[in-house]
C-alpha cells in the first residue's frame, strides 16, 4: 500500500497510492539466533562502554514511546480535521445539488463545470473515507514491547546488569521496526487529507464559476417573458376600449 517501490510502474505506483484498504506487512523482529550474538556482544563488552550503551538504550526507548504518542495524536487531530469537513460537506450537499441541477449544459462550459464537479465530489468522497481508515489505522493497538526485570533473572548485579541492557536493546530495535506501520498509516492518510482538500476547493470553485458565468438558467426562466414584452400584451396595450 504505502510502500510503494520507487523502482515499480507507474501504473503500479498509482495503484499503490489509491489502494489504502490493504495493511503494510507486519513488522520484522530480531530472530533468536540474533538475539544469541546481541547478548554475548553485550556480555563481552567492556563495563564502561556497556553501562554507556544503557544509557544510550533508555533514552532512545522513551524518544520512541514520544515519538508513537506524537503519531497518534496527529491521527486523532486528522479524524478531527476530517470530521470538521465531513460535515461540511454534508451541508453543502443540498446547495450544490439543487445548484447544478438547473445547469443546462447546452455549450461546452456547463457541461465541463458539471463533469469536474462530479468528479472533484467523487474524488473528496473517496479521500475522506481513505483518511478516516488510515487515521484509525495509525491509532490501532499493537504490541510494544517493554524493558522488564524480573526476581530470578540473575544472581547477582553484573547478571541483572547483563539482562537489563540486552532487554533495553531487544525493546528499542523490535519497537523501531513496529513503529514503521503507525508511521506509514499517518503518512498515507495525510496524503489522502491533502487531495480531499484540494477536491473540496474544486468543487466549490467549479459551482461558484457556473453560478459567476450564468450558466445556471432557473426553469421558468428560460422560456418564460415579460407580460408586458409579449405579442399578446403589445396587441392588448394597442386596442382602444369603445
Not at 489509491?18 to 550474538?37: C, V
Not at 533514552?59 to 497518534?72: G, P
Not at 459551482?207 to 438558467?217: M, P, R, T
Amino acid at each position: 500500500m504505502t510502500a510503494a517501490i520507487q523502482d515499480a510502474p507507474s501504473w503500479r505506483r498509482a495503484y499503490d497510492w489509491i489502494n489504502f484498504w490493504s495493511r503494510l506487512p507486519r513488522a520484522i523482529l530480531l530472530t533468536q539466533q540474533q538475539h544469541k550474538q546481541i547478548s554475548e556482544q553485550i556480555r563481552t563488552m567492556p563495563p564502561a562502554g556497556r553501562r554507556l550503551l544503557i544509557t544510550a538504550w533508555e533514552r532512545q526507548n522513551d524518544q520512541l514511546s514520544k515519538d508513537l504518542e506524537s503519531v497518534r495524536n496527529r491521527g486523532m487531530a486528522l479524524l478531527t480535521a476530517t470530521g470538521v469537513i465531513s460535515g461540511v460537506i454534508t451541508l453543502l450537499i443540498p446547495i450544490i445539488a439543487a445548484a447544478h441541477g438547473e445547469l443546462k449544459p447546452t455549450s461546452l462550459l456547463p457541461a465541463v463545470l458539471l463533469f469536474v464537479a462530479v468528479v472533484a465530489f467523487l474524488v473528496t468522497t473517496y479521500c475522506a473515507v481513505a483518511t478516516v481508515v488510515l487515521g484509525i489505522r495509525s491509532q490501532e493497538v499493537d504490541v510494544w514491547a517493554q524493558s522488564e526485570l524480573h526476581p530470578g533473572d540473575g544472581n547477582s548485579a553484573l547478571a541483572y546488569e547483563l539482562v537489563y541492557a540486552f532487554t533495553l536493546y531487544i525493546t528499542y530495535s523490535d519497537n523501531v521496526s513496529r513503529f514503521a506501520n503507525p508511521v506509514g498509516y499517518l503518512r498515507q492518510a495525510q496524503a489522502y487529507f491533502r487531495t480531499l482538500v484540494q477536491a473540496l476547493a474544486v468543487l466549490l470553485l467549479a459551482s461558484v464559476v457556473a453560478v459567476a458565468a450564468g450558466v445556471l438558467v432557473p426553469d421558468g426562466g428560460a422560456s418564460g417573458s415579460h407580460p408586458l414584452h409579449s405579442p399578446a400584451g403589445s396587441a392588448s396595450a394597442g386596442r382602444v376600449n369603445p
